[in-house]
Each structure stands twice: as C-alpha cells, then as structure tokens.
Nanobody, 124 residues
C-alpha cells in the first residue's frame, strides 16, 4: 500500500504558475506509475498527466499539453506537477494517484491509490 499527500495548491492569477507536489510513503514508490487528476465543481474527475515508474515516459491530457509538466524524484518519493500559463478553467481540486499496473490504466482514469487533493484556483 502507498499513502499520498498533495501540497502546493493555492490562488494564482491567470497566466501564472504553480508547482504541486505529492509525497508518497509506504511501499516502494519507484514501483508505481503515478499521475495527476483534477475535479472542478459540478464536473467529473478528469485525467491530467501520468508518468511511468522510472520517469522516462509521460502522458498528458490535450487540455494541458505544452503548459503542464509532470515529473518525479524516486529518491525523494515525490511526484510533481509544474503548471504554467494557468487559465481560469484549470481551477479544480488536484489529486495525485498511483497504480502498479501499466500507465494506460491511469490515462483511462483509474488508480488504486489516491491522495486527498489540493485546491488550485486561477482568477481571471
């Protein structure tokens, strides 16, 4: 089992940047593929980005491609999401997630382990 705790959310103006972090504890973090999801008020949760266990392969939703960058530091058991050129429509609760099965499962919106979420609000 792995426990996930997000941090780094907050209020930012449109065009600004934020970096989210997700600290993992429990079983070996480097064995898990990981990703970020978000849920805006009144909407269902959506996939944002994923990265494989070794960090060599990344996957992005079209809506964030070119603006967001996912990365991980297995030595620090931490997952990151660098968010640039933020837009009001990026406002949501952001969740990190982990799964030992292939990254396609994360891209498909599924994961075995979830964090509690961190709020990101982008003002216009």
């Amino acid at each position: 089992q792995v426990q996930l705790v997000e941090s780094g959310g907050g209020l930012v103006q449109a065009g600004g940047s934020l970096r989210l972090s997700c600290a993992a504890s429990g079983r070996t973090f480097s064995s898990y593929h990981t990703g970020w999801f978000r849920q805006a008020p009144g909407k269902s949760r959506e996939f944002v980005a994923a990265i494989n266990d070794g960090g060599g392969n990344t996957y992005y939703a079209d809506s964030v491609k070119g603006r967001f960058t996912i990365s991980r530091d297995n030595a620090k058991n931490t997952l990151y999401l660098q968010m640039n050129s933020l837009k009001p429509e990026d406002t949501a609760v952001y969740y990190c997630a982990a799964d030992i099965r292939p990254p396609a499962r994360l891209v498909g919106g599924h994961a075995d382990y979830w964090g509690q979420g961190t709020q990101v609000t982008v003002s216009s």
